[in-house]
């Protein structure tokens, strides 16, 4: 998608669909409806220093384990991305986005989504998760007890305690799908150790139990091996 010198691209409430890879958006536009989906790895470019408006319905979708990137032309130098309108509207999810500047509309809220840096006025809920921590015989909850979690091998990410009935929730992360996230007791005279395969999105049911090693996958496609 290019424009010539200083042309600036107006929309007619129309739509703009992208449905090729690893494309490139030149020159400030002014768009309506604007969707770009894909079902592999791919990368979005604007070029630095423009202005891309949506006044219409935004969508941008990856897929899990196969995010799309929104990236500037030059790394480090950031993209002006507004959605403003009262029409406006947006649906942002498996995204990877860096040098993006969106404080000129309203906040955008990408789910599921990694937060490469340099970005404004984006929002990147955090996934929670939450299960129950049991003694050897699985239904008897451990109580008291610290859980922390480990994304893809790294530092210690975060950490829960458990309640009365063993019940933990932990958040602090940003994760995508096909994470690998390893769950232990931290500190505790028990060992209990889950690893599994996460979605990107928050998870519920991830149970410890006393002396086991429990391995999953969450990631719908993919499994442990």
Same mark, same amino acid.
């Given at each position: 998608w290019s424009r010539n010198g200083n042309t600036v691209f107006v929309h007619n409430d129309g739509t703009v669909q992208f449905d090729g890879s690893s494309q490139t958006i030149s020159g400030s536009n002014l768009f309506y409806n604007f969707t770009k989906t894909t079902t592999g790895a791919d990368t979005l @470019?604007? @070029? &630095?220093g423009t202005m891309q408006s949506f006044s219409g319905a935004l969508t941008l979708r990856g897929e899990n384990l196969h995010l799309l990137s929104l990236r500037s032309g030059t790394p480090g130098t950031q993209v002006k991305f507004t959605l403003t309108g009262s =029409? +406006?509207?947006h649906s942002l999810r498996f995204l990877d986005v860096? &040098?993006? &500047? +969106?404080g000129s509309g309203a906040q955008l809220t990408c789910t599921d989504c990694? &937060?490469?840096?340099n970005n404004i006025n984006w929002l990147f809920p955090t996934p929670t998760i939450t299960g129950t921590a =049991?003694? +050897?015989d699985g239904a008897t909850g !451990?109580?008291?007890?610290t859980i922390a979690y480990r994304i893809n091998g790294t530092q210690l990410i975060s950490t829960g305690s458990t309640n009365i009935i063993g019940e933990y929730s932990i958040a602090g992360s940003i994760m995508t799908g096909g994470d690998l996230i390893t769950l232990y007791l931290d500190n505790e005279s028990e060992n209990a150790v @889950?690893? !599994?395969? *996460?979605? *990107?999105s928050s998870m519920s049911g991830v149970d410890l139990i006393r002396n086991n090693l429990v391995v999953r996958s969450e990631s719908g496609s993919s499994a442990m091996t």
């Open positions: @470019t604007m @070029t &630095d =029409y +406006a509207s860096q &040098d993006n &500047d +969106a990694r &937060d490469s840096s =049991y003694e +050897a !451990l109580s008291g007890s @889950t690893v !599994l395969l *996460g979605r *990107g």
